[in-house]
């Protein structure tokens, strides 16, 4: 894994394709890992991997393009009923990440608020319906 910026959090998440894809293509349970950058001069960035003990991800997000994070979504999608869905909003993509347990959800969007700078009263406890 990355070395330098701070693990802020760190587990498993379902991550989805992009957007044009979330109907046909299989949510995937990939490793992810917020780092803080702030100490050491890097970015801020999530990264995610094939498992926890690959060495290089398969994507890294800088948060600096995040632009919201939203708590509490539901899919219209039967394997995603009653799940802890959340997105992580980007100039360039919506991740939408999964769970294993509400608390998790709401421990990754704390973080990633804190990160960013987002009040998560103001950003991350909203429901949305996505088809």
Not at 28 to 34: D, T
Not at 72 to 92: A, H, M, P, Q, W
Not at 101 to 122: A, K
């Amino acid at each position: 894994m990355s070395g330098g910026a701070d693990v802020v959090c760190a587990g498993w998440l379902r991550k989805s394709p992009p957007e044009k894809k979330l109907r046909r293509y299989a949510w995937k349970r990939r490793w992810f890992v917020l780092r803080s950058g702030r100490l050491t001069g890097d970015p801020d960035v999530l990264e995610y991997y094939k498992h926890d003990h690959a060495r290089k991800p398969i994507r890294i997000i800088n948060m600096s393009l995040c632009e919201q994070v939203d708590a509490g979504l539901t899919f219209n999608k039967k394997d995603l009923d009653s799940s802890y869905v959340f997105d992580v909003r980007t100039v360039e993509r919506v991740f939408y990440l999964v769970a294993d347990s509400e608390e998790d959800m709401n421990t990754w969007v704390r973080c990633i608020c804190d990160l960013c700078g987002f009040n998560p009263t103001d950003h991350g406890m909203t429901t949305h319906t996505h088809t």
